[in-house]
Every structure is written in structure tokens, then in C-alpha cells.
């Protein structure tokens, strides 16, 4: 037993502060604005960017460079921008108030901030004052702790002398003494407050997938850069054509790809946000698309926090609506309502009572009591009331009703104004009682929860309960939700399973009760080992560890500050519902930017074809940086509005292999295309021009007379018009393609659906239309045409480009439909 203490002096309290052992907040936890600054600065993205910049500023290109730098920078404070925003949040995170609290010092209680309690110190505790250290409740105390917010049991827990109190409970009733023993990071709330602060933030899968693909990407235009620039140095070529040809190559760097993503994830919060959702963490608009297994907190989550009456059942020669009336006057009369009050005051009413006396409820009596001129009436647990009972209750029905997951109450009665509810010294003392009738009270579930759990399996999405509440109790309100779970296993069955058993219980387990928040924390860790994307529900602080542990973190809007600071997700409106339709959006944006990709890759992967191939063949370069700029039309827009019209249906899990099913053989065919398209242009042009003897003039003359075009005498008239005019064919050709593409990739009918099934979208088309009316609208504008540097309507292009896109058309439906590429390397599609 702990005897009482005097507590330290002023002296003995600042020597301990001294030496560290004060209360101190926890501090830090996440990373440093440098280092957050110098990560997201120069990443390996943004280190290539800049090389190819300053590569570019040396070489005069001030405009290709800024573009280059400008992006990257632009990449680097979206991503800084929201590190910071989430580090500021978390470092404010504190689980304990800073409401002065009571110590002895020097023999007499005194006012102190919590900061300033040290170990060893004696703490006064009262009702309503949050417990701040950890420590055990010395001799002469005895009093009720709220641990609701630490391990989400509802009931207050008794605490005797001896008995650790907890930092961050609250005492509800009672008085006591407490010794300071662990203080700061030391105590429960320390390390529950530096746990929340770790920054756990996961890379999801579509971003893993893109950083791959990124680096790819810019490994192969490196190489290809170099390969081409030595055999540029070697053939002597211009200082101008290294530059342009550095320009063209730079443009196939993914400038623009994460800041597409940005945009989609930032629309995706929006869209979101109108269902109740609130995205704190951007890439939780992918995360929620991916999970497929929830874990809920019990309380707040699929209830509401209150009780329902689920049946009133009379004892004896009561009737019910005696009983009934009863219940209701006494709720009515109760001074300090708890749940149950509120439960029987909203469903029944109440006579007008004189009461002369009341026991209030508290988790120690299980009882509470009113005195009034009808006699002394009585509410609280049947095995409590039971030895004070002139006969016993019917067993049987408070078993089948407990087993149900119910809250049963007995009201019992004592007639007479000289009934007593205390013992002649005033101590709260039962008389003899008659049993009067049964009260069985559900937890109210919320109004969407059924339908969400019903509208989450069709989605092939399993959902599991993880509460701190009576493991029968628990069950039952997931059966009530829709979930199959007969029973419920206590979280204490988990403390001596390693991994591995760990692993086989949770798969086959719905629900678990009595879990501790270490209890949460693993059972989320172990459905991750088992290849799960996780999302976790809570309220309270004790769900912030398993909040942080799994991959989508979701906190209602009224639940703690801790729960909410730490989740990537919160639901505003408290709404369970919110979920699926968070989900659904996730998905249409996620799949919105995986077709985007496709077009990407495929227009990268054909130009990077197109330019080796007429490199190796000693052609002049195939593309001028102006043109470059024609990608706005082939990628840029054509991916922002896939992205948002794309299907909400569940994320490619081959994301990557069918990406490389798509990419290569679209590549090759449309580079094939390309390459022969230039080769014939160049090739007809240069031998038309400078076939037989004649004089600059006529040259000109056959060169307006075979184009169409009126072009001018430079130095190297003959090259220059072979290069413009051929480049003008490749280009008209790729963007032409490029649309193509995008009704293989979203075809409204099956004449284009060779690549996948139709979607039935008719927007996609009407896209398609749009941009081959702009880009005609290019190459029939002089300003347009010549900004890009190419020339206009032409017989040659259109002779030539025109059949060369149908012949394409034929050949890529034909690869795709007999999957001849699949067929080649032994692939099998993924199921």
C-alpha cells in the first residue's frame, strides 16, 4: 500500500527540473524545414532538370531552360508546401490540455502549469481534472477514471490505491493523490503524442509506379542524348544544330507529368470534399482508391455515441405501461443525466415526481437511486441489485439479452415515504427492493452504416471492428452493421501469438474487443504483411498509433484534435458514408492518370524511336524544338481531360506490364510509320530537287510546283526544304496517331475497341474531333504553322501521311487484337 505524501519543496522540484525531469511537452518528431527543403529541392527529378537547364543556359536556349528549372522548382514547393503544412500540424500535436493542475509542494497544495510537475511530485486529483503524468493514486483516494480517450472503453474504470492513473484520463468522480512517476516523453501521453508526431507518410502505388517510370525515362534519354550528341561532335555538326538537337531531346524529360498528377490529385480532394470527406494528406485521393480492407473503431465510427431502448420487459404483476412511465419519471428526474438517462428521457415520458433525495450513478455502485413520495426507485445492473432483492429477476432473459450485446438494466422499487436510499451515516445503502421490470438498451447505429457495409463488400472491400468495448457487446453491433461475425475475439488472446499466428487470426477474424491501441496498432501491421491496403476509422487518441500504421488514416471531424491531426482523411459530417464515394472519385482519378500515362509513354517511347532511327540512317534530325511544342496538343490536354472523364472503376493492379503490353507495340508500329514517313519526304524532295542541270530558279519553280508551298534561297536549299517538309510529315503523322490512340485507349464502340472493351463514352471521341480540328487549323494558319516551325497544307504530306495512317490503324488493331506482342515474349494478360 502507498502511504500519503507531503509532497517535494520548492528546492527538491527545481533541482529535478534541472536535471530534465520535468513535464515537459514532447517536442520535434518529424523532419527539420532544411531538410524537408533540401529533399523535396534536389531530388533526383529535379536534379536532372536542373542539369538540363544550366545545359541548356550555357548553350543560349534561356527560354527551353527556364521551362526546364521552372518546373522543377514548381514540383519541388508543391511537395515542400505540403510536407510543411502536414510537419506544422503535427508538431502542434499535443494529447494533454495545459490547464493548471494542483501539487504539494512544501506541505501545501499549489497551482502549477503541467510543465512544471517533476517526478516525485504529489499531484491533487479531482473530478474533472485531466490526469498529466503517470503515476500510482496513493492511500486515501479512491476515484473514477474516463480512459475513453486512450483505449476507447466507454465505462469509467475505479481506480483503488495503488492502481496506476494514466496521462491524458480525465477523473470523473472521486478524489485523490497521485505520485508523479513517469513525466514528459516518459509518460503514457508522451509516447502516444511523439508516436503520432512520426512522420509515416506512405508512397503509393501509382507514385512508386511513376517514379520508376520517370527515371527510366530519363536514363534512356541521357543515353540516347549522348549517343547522339558524340556522333553530332564527330560529324563536325554547328554549335546551333547541338543546340536544337539538346532542346528536342530535353523535351522528351517529363516536365509536365508530375505536375499533371498535382492537378488531378488537387481536383480529386475537391470532388471529395463534396461528399464529407476532407483530404488533409494529396496523395490519400490514390490511397483511398486502393484499399480494400477497413478497420473501424466501434463507438463514433458505427455508432453514434448514444443508446437506444431495444425492449422494456415487466417483472411480476406490473404492466408494461406502468413500467414504461416509471422508467421515464425517473430519467426525467435525474439531476446529472448520463446515457442512460438521455436513452429513457428521448423514448418515454415522465410523470411529475417530488424527490426528496439522489444517489447518483457511478461506475463503482452500478446503481442510481431516487427517494421521492412514492417510494424509493431504483435503476442498475441486475447482478449488483440482485442480494437486495425480495425475489430474483428471471435469468434467463438478462442472459439472452446480454448475449445479444444489449445493456440490461433492472428498475426496482420500495414503496413508502419512509424508504431510505443511505445508511445513517449518509453512505449510499440499498433497502430492500421489488423487482419492477426490465430495460435493454442498444448502442444507436448510425443511419448509413448498414448500406455503407453492404455498398463496401460489393466493392470487394472487407471491414473489420477493432473497439475497447465488451467483446459480446462489440459482436453484436456488428452483426447489427451487416458483418458476419458471430463472436468477437478479446484482444488479450492476442498478447502471445508471434507474427506469423498473429497473421492467421486476423484473417479470419472480423471483429476484435477489448483491444488496446497496441492491440490496433498490430492487428493493421499484420493485415499490410498479408499484402492488404489498409484504411483505418477511429475518434479517439487510442486509434492515432493504428491511424499512423496504416495506409489511409480516417478521423471523424468530431473525434480528438490528436485523432484528427494525425489522418490523412477527415469526415466532416461524421458519416461513415463518406467512404465509398471517396473511394469512387479516388478511382477515377487514379485511373484517369494511369490512361495518361499511356498516352505519355507512347508518345516518348515513338519519338525516341523515330529520332534513333534517323539518326543511324544520317538523315537531317527529324524534329526542330519549335515542334516540340506540338506535345501540348498530343499530351497535354488530351491527359488533363482523360483524367477527369476517366472510369471509377478499381485501379489496375498490373499497372506497370500492361503499360509495357501497350507502350512497345503502339511504339514500334507508330515509329516504324514515322520513320518511313520522313525517309520518303526527304528522300523525294532532295532527289527531285537536284535531278538533272538547271538553275536555282528553276529549282524553285519545281520546288513551289510540287509542294504547293512559296518558300525562299538560302545556303542549303535543297537540305533545309527535304528537312521542313519531311519534318512537317512526321509531325502531322504523330499527331494525327496520337489522337488515334486515344480511342484505343478509351473506345466508344468496338471498330476501335482492339486494345480494351468499350467504354461507351462518347466525350472521348468528341475530344479527338476537337483536336484534329486544331491541329488542321495549325497547318492551314501561316502565323500557327510557322510558329511551329513547319509549312502548310501540302500534297506530298497529304499523299503520303493520309494512306500511311490507315495502313497504321489496321496494323496496330491487328497487333492488339491477336496480342502479337504478348505472343511474341510468352506473355498471358493478367486476369
Known sequence: MLAPADGLTGAEADARRRRGEANTAVQGGSRSYA?????????????????????????????????????????????????????????????????????????????????????????????????????????????????????????????????????????????????????????????????????????????????????????????????????????????????????????????????????????????IARHGALVQQVNAVESVSNVDVVCTDKTGTLTT??????????????????????????????????????????????????????????????????????????????????????????????????????????????????????????????????????????DELRDEVVRTVVRLRDEGVRVKVLSGDDPRTVAAIAVRAGLDAATAVPGADLDDL????LDRLVARTAVFGRVAPEHKERIVASLRRQGHYVAMIGDGVND????????????????????????????????????????????????????????????????????????????????????????????????VFLTFWAQPTRPDPHLLRNLVRFVVPAAVVTATFGTAIYT????????????????????IDDFERYTGLQYGVDADFTTASATILAQTGLSTFFCFASFMLILFLAPRSRFFAAWTKPTGDRRPSILVLALTVTFCAVVCVPALWDYFGLVGPSRPVFTIVLPALVLWYATLTVVFRLRLFDRLLGLRPPR
Open 35 to 271: 531538410e524537408i527543403l533540401r529533399t523535396n529541392v534536389f531530388s533526383f527529378f529535379n536534379l536532372i532538370l536542373f542539369a538540363i537547364g544550366a545545359a541548356l543556359l550555357i548553350l543560349g536556349r534561356y527560354s527551353d531552360a527556364l521551362i526546364s528549372v521552372g518546373l522543377g522548382l514548381i514540383n519541388a514547393v508543391i511537395s515542400a508546401a505540403q510536407e510543411i503544412r502536414a510537419k506544422r500540424k503535427l508538431d502542434r500535436l499535443q494529447l494533454l490540455e495545459k490547464t493548471n493542475v494542483l501539487v504539494v509542494r512544501d506541505g501545501r497544495e499549489a497551482e502549477v502549469a503541467p510543465a512544471l510537475v517533476v517526478r516525485g511530485d504529489v499531484l491533487r486529483v479531482r473530478p474533472g481534472d485531466q490526469i498529466v503524468v503517470d503515476g500510482p493514486l496513493l492511500d486515501g483516494g479512491r476515484l473514477e477514471a474516463d480512459e475513453s480517450l486512450l483505449t476507447g472503453e466507454s465505462d469509467p474504470v475505479v481506480k483503488h490505491p495503488g492502481d496506476d492513473l494514466r496521462s491524458g484520463s480525465v477523473c470523473v468522480a472521486g478524489d485523490g493523490h497521485q505520485l508523479a512517476r513517469d513525466v514528459g516523453a516518459r509518460s503514457y501521453a508522451g509516447r502516444l503524442t511523439a508516436e503520432a508526431r512520426r512522420d509515416s507518410t506512405d508512397r503509393t502505388p501509382l507514385q512508386r509506379s511513376i517514379d520508376f517510370i520517370v527515371r527510366l525515362v530519363m536514363a534512356l534519354t541521357v543515353l540516347m542524348s549522348s549517343a547522339i550528341l558524340g556522333q553530332a561532335f564527330l560529324e563536325g555538326f554547328t554549335l546551333l544544330r547541338v543546340v536544337q538537337i539538346t532542346a528536342v531531346l530535353s523535351g522528351l524529360v517529363p516536365y509536365g507529368l508530375f505536375f499533371l498528377i498535382a492537378l488531378a490529385y488537387t481536383a480529386g480532394a475537391v470532388r
Open 305 to 442: 455515441g448514444r443508446l437506444t431502448v431495444d425492449a422494456i420487459v415487466p417483472l411480476g404483476a406490473y404492466e408494461y405501461a406502468e413500467v414504461a412511465a416509471a422508467l421515464g419519471s425517473v430519467a426525467h428526474h435525474v439531476s446529472t443525466p448520463n446515457l442512460t438517462a438521455l436513452a429513457l428521457a428521448a423514448a418515454l415520458p415522465g410523470e411529475p415526481w417530488e424527490v426528496h433525495d439522489e444517489v447518483p450513478f457511478s461506475s463503482s455502485l452500478r446503481w442510481s437511486g431516487l427517494a421521492t413520495e412514492q417510494g424509493v426507485w431504483v435503476l442498475g445492473a441486475p447482478d449488483v441489485l440482485g442480494p437486495r432483492l425480495l425475489r430474483d429477476p428471471p435469468a434467463a432473459e438478462i442472459s439472452e439479452r446480454t448475449g445479444q450485446g444489449l445493456r440490461v438494466l433492472l428498475l426496482a422499487h420500495t414503496p413508502g415515504r419512509d424508504a431510505r436510499l443511505r445508511d445513517p451515516s449518509g453512505r449510499p445503502d440499498l433497502p430492500m427492493l421489488e423487482p419492477v421490470g426490465l430495460v435493454a438498451l442498444a
Open 498 to 501: 508471434d507474427d506469423p499466428a
Open 544 to 639: 492515432a498509433r493504428a491511424l499512423k500504421q496504416a495506409q489511409v488514416g480516417v478521423a471523424m471531424r468530431s473525434g480528438s484534435a490528436v485523432t484528427r491531426d494525425v489522418a490523412d482523411i477527415v469526415l466532416v459530417d461524421d458519416s461513415f458514408a463518406a467512404l465509398p464515394p471517396a473511394q469512387h472519385e479516388g478511382r477515377r482519378i487514379i485511373n484517369g492518370i494511369a490512361i495518361s500515362l499511356y498516352v505519355f509513354l507512347a508518345r516518348v517511347a515513338s519519338q525516341g524511336l523515330v529520332i534513333l532511327a534517323v539518326t543511324m540512317l544520317g538523315l537531317n534530325f527529324p524534329y526542330s524544338p519549335t515542334q516540340v511544342g506540338l506535345t501540348m496538343f498530343t499530351v497535354g490536354l488530351p491527359t
Open 680 to 699: 520518303a519526304l526527304y528522300e523525294m524532295l532532295v532527289r527531285g530537287l537536284t535531278s538533272g542541270r538547271r538553275t536555282p530558279a528553276e529549282v
